[in-house]
C-alpha cells in the first residue's frame, strides 16, 4: 500500500516537473507586420439602366440606377478579390439533356474602394471603382497587427 502511494505521488512529482519545463511560460514573443513586396491595384465597372429602374419620377429613376451601379462594381470587385462560387446541375435522360442550371454567388467584404468616376452614358449610368491594396494593406495594419516574431526573450 504505501509503495502504491509512494509510486502515485512520484508520478504526479513528475509530471509537474514536466509542465514546469513547458515553453508555454518561460518566453516573451514579439510580433511584427510583414509587408508585401508589391501592391496590387483592382479597378471595376459597374452599369445600371435607368430606363428600367421601378419609379415614375425621373429623377429618382437617375438615382436609383447611381446606386444600383455603383452596387455592381462592388460585385465585381469582390468576384476580382475573392473569386466567384459556381454550382451547376444537368439533368439527362436517354442522353438527352433536359434541363441545364448554373448558378453563381460571390461573398466578400471590400474596404477601401474608391469611386473614380460615375456617370451616365445613354440610357446606362456606369460607376468606376479603383481599390489600391496598399490602402487595402493600411486598413488591415489598423486591425490586425501580429504576424511575424520580431524578438523572442527566453527567461
Not at 39 to 68: D, R
Not at 80 to 89: C, H, I, R
Amino acid at each position: 500500500m504505501k509503495t502504491r502511494s509512494l509510486s502515485k505521488i512520484c508520478c504526479v512529482l513528475a509530471c509537474l516537473a514536466l509542465l514546469g519545463c513547458s515553453s508555454v511560460y518561460d518566453k516573451h514573443v514579439q510580433w511584427q507586420a510583414v509587408k508585401p513586396e508589391a501592391f496590387p491595384v483592382l479597378t471595376a465597372v459597374g452599369q445600371a439602366p435607368i430606363s428600367l429602374q421601378k419609379s415614375t419620377n425621373e429623377t429618382q429613376k437617375m438615382l436609383m440606377a447611381i446606386h444600383a451601379s455603383k452596387i455592381a462594381a462592388y460585385a465585381e470587385l469582390a468576384e476580382q478579390v475573392y473569386g466567384q462560387q459556381l454550382s451547376s446541375d444537368l439533368t439527362m435522360r436517354n442522353l438527352i439533356i433536359e434541363d441545364q442550371r448554373l448558378k453563381t454567388s460571390v461573398q466578400g467584404v471590400i474596404r477601401g474602394a474608391k469611386v473614380i468616376k460615375s456617370y451616365p452614358v445613354g440610357d446606362t449610368y456606369t460607376t468606376e471603382l479603383h481599390l489600391d491594396f496598399k490602402d487595402v494593406w493600411d486598413i488591415y495594419l489598423a486591425n490586425n497587427r501580429q504576424k511575424e516574431i520580431k524578438h523572442v526573450k527566453y527567461y
